[in-house]
């Protein structure tokens, strides 16, 4: 259940009205939006009755019974202004279409110094760059970890880029202190006790879709972040395993769409991961803000034939400046701050 309530409803009466409910074992979440702030009602509340809270409450502006399983991040708590994530003075949400590029993993202060002063005078807004590496098989490279978090910070500190990179469990917590956004990779997704953590945290998170995951998982796991205290949360659709062996995964566009409809958080979408293949990248980037999604996440690099992990999906910097020109044409048709 979720009561929005009035625009002028004073801290103290939100306070109280929040304690009652706590008083009575319900446990609530507040949800401040850019127009509205909601308090979401967590347990059976099916002997609550909803008109009668509303009309005896004059903070209630009105009242709803959220039915699926997902309460705080569910698009009714914000039906009408989605959630809009900053980032220092990057946006991400409704009419940004947000781009962060990088390469897969940080392989040397050279390697990602150059490729962040490139994405960013090609106009991505937020540098990527793995650190902590999950990779399928323990002889590959495992990433520069702690060290590669200290060159992408750098990185950061020259371009003036935020930064986002993937945290693998909870004992790397204080090495993010640095980091703008706290990435869930898409292994990860399910791993609750990383998700209550980040929850904890005062980043946004920006959480992947899990391999085989279906939407509605997903958005439990965005749940779960919500949950534990941190309401900025991205959710990332970066394809799914199916039959086709000719893509690394298959790019699930209809859940970008489903995933809008279905929650008021930001979404978007990673076609590298998703294609596996670099030919595919710019086609699918484009069809990803076609479809309505945030913003993409793409990876590049300076030299993609010696890249230590995924070369073969990075698009070479003239390649994503050129894809990026394409995009800016595309947000303006689409009235999107790119
Ligand atoms: C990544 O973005 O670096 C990554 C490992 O992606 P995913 O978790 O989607 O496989
Ligand atoms: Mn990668």
């Known amino acids: 259940m979720v009561f929005i309530l009035e625009p002028k409803a004073e801290q103290e009466k939100i306070n109280s009205f929040i304690l009652n409910w706590e008083e009575k074992g319900f446990s609530t979440i507040l949800s401040v939006g850019t127009e509205h702030t909601a308090v979401c009602l967590i347990g059976n509340t099916a002997a609550v009755d909803l008109d009668h809270v509303v009309h005896t409450t004059d903070i209630v502006a009105y009242g709803k019974r959220i039915t699926e399983r997902y309460k705080a991040v569910n698009r009714t708590v914000h039906e009408n202004v989605s959630t809009v994530i900053k980032v220092g003075d990057v946006s991400i949400g409704e009419g940004f279409f947000t781009v962060i590029s990088g390469p897969c993993s940080v ?71 640095d980091v703008d956004i706290v990435q869930i990779g898409a292994r990860n997704m399910q791993n609750y006790d990383l998700l209550r953590a980040v929850g904890g945290m005062k980043q946004p998170v920006l959480l992947k879709r899990g391999l085989s995951n279906t939407i509605e998982e997903l958005l439990m796991s965005a749940e779960y972040i919500v949950a534990s205290g941190n309401p900025n949360v991205i959710l990332c659709e970066r394809g799914i395993r ?29 076609p590298s991961h998703a294609a596996g293949i670099r030919s595919l990248v710019a086609p699918l980037a484009k069809a990803i803000l076609a479809v309505g999604a945030d913003g993409i996440m793409v990876e590049t690099h300076n030299d993609p034939a010696s890249a230590l992990c995924d070369g073969a999906q990075s698009l070479d910097l003239e390649q994503f400046g050129t894809l990026m020109n394409d995009l800016k044409k595309r947000a303006e048709l689409e009235e999107k701050e790119i």
């Open 242 to 270: 199916t039959f086709e062996t000719m893509t690394r995964n298959t790019l699930d566009l209809s859940a970008v769409v489903l995933l809008k409809q279905k929650s008021h958080l930001p979404v978007i979408a990673d």
């Open 107 to 177: 392989e040397s202060e050279e390697q990602i110094l150059t490729i962040a002063k490139s994405v960013k005078s090609s106009g991505a807004r937020v540098l990527r760059g793995g650190a902590f590496k999950p990779r399928t098989s323990p002889y590959d490279f495992q990433g520069t970890r702690a060290e590669g978090l200290q060159m992408l910070v750098r990185a950061k500190n020259e371009t003036g880029l935020p930064i986002v990179s993937e945290i693998m469990n909870q004992t790397q917590i204080e090495l993010f202190e």
